[in-house]
C-alpha cells in the first residue's frame, strides 16, 4: 500500500520522538507515490475491541511519532488531517498531543492497550472509539489539545474499564473530565491549563430541568454532556 519513501518515513517516526511527516501535500498530488497496481486495498483490524472506526480521504497528509509506555513497550501516534490545517497553530500539533496525553494516561492510570492511537480531522467536534478518535477539522492550539486529550481519555473510560454506557451514560464523561484536567495541568508544564469556574457552571448542572444521574440515554436530554460535567 506504500511507497518505498513511505515506509522509510513510517520505520522513522516509529522511532522518533518528534513529529515525523508520512504523506505530504506533495505525496498527495504524486499519483507515483502509490505502488502502481491495478487495485490498492487496505486491510483493519483492531484486537481485543468493542468497536471500530476508520477514516479514508484523497486530501489527508499524515504524520506520526513513537509513543513510550511504563512497560518498555512502544507504541504510534499518528494524525491524518488537510493540508490547509497544517501547522503549529493547528494540526502540526496533533500528534504531539496524541503522543503526550497517551503517555501521561499511561504513567497516572493503566498502560494504553493498542498499538496505535490515531487523531483524524473529521466533519464531528469530537468522537472516540478504540485508538482513534476524531477532532473537529476547525480545532486549534487549546482547544485541539483539549478535544484530542478528551476523546483519547474514552479510551481509558469507558473502553479499558468497560463500563456499560447504554446503562450508565453519566460515569464515563465524569471520569474522563476528571483526568482530562489533570493531563493538562501536566501537559507542556501548563500550558493549556486554565483555572476552571466554578460557579458559572453550577446553574446549569444544577437546573430544575436537569436529568436525574442514573437516566438511560435513550431517554436523556441532548445536552447530558454539559451538565454531567
Known amino acids: 500500500m506504500l511507497s518505498p519513501t513511505a515506509l522509510s518515513r513510517l520505520a522513522a517516526a516509529k522511532s522518533s520522538e518528534k513529529t515525523v511527516m508520512i504523506r505530504d501535500e506533495a505525496d498527495i498530488a504524486n499519483p507515483k507515490s502509490y505502488p502502481q ?27 506520526a511519532a513513537r509513543i513510550n509506555l511504563p512497560s518498555g513497550k512502544k507504541a504510534l501516534a499518528q494524525s491524518v488531517y488537510p493540508a490547509e ?7 502540526g500539533r496533533s500528534t504531539e498531543y496524541v503522543k503526550a496525553c497517551i503517555e501521561l494516561y499511561s504513567q497516572q492510570w493503566f498502560e494504553y492497550t493498542y498499538p496505535v492511537a490515531t487523531n483524524v480531522a473529521g466533519i464531528v467536534g469530537g468522537m472516540e472509539y478504540p485508538g482513534i478518535v476524531f477532532c473537529g477539522w476547525t480545532s486549534k492550539t487549546g482547544g485541539l489539545w483539549g478535544v484530542t486529550n478528551h476523546e483519547f481519555g474514552h479510551n481509558w473510560f469507558p473502553m479499558i474499564v468497560g463500563s456499560n454506557e447504554r446503562k450508565f451514560a453519566w460515569m464515563d464523561e465524569g471520569f474522563n473530565t476528571f483526568i482530562n484536567s489533570v493531563d493538562t495541568k501536566v501537559f507542556n508544564k501548563g500550558e493549556y491549563d486554565e483555572k476552571d469556574d466554578v460557579q458559572a457552571g453550577a446553574k446549569s448542572m444544577f437546573s430544575p430541568d436537569a436529568d436525574p444521574i442514573m437516566t438511560t440515554p435513550d431517554v436523556i436530554q441532548p445536552d447530558y454532556g454539559l451538565r454531567g460535567l
Not at 37 to 63: E, G, I, M, N, Y
Not at 85 to 91: F, H, P, Q
Open 37 to 63: 497496481k491495478p487495485t490498492l486495498t487496505w486491510h483493519f483490524f483492531c484486537k481485543q475491541t468493542r468497536d471500530v472506526a476508520w477514516a479514508a480521504s484523497k486530501a489527508f497528509v499524515w504524520d
Open 85 to 91: 490545517v497544517k501547522g503549529n497553530d493547528a494540526r
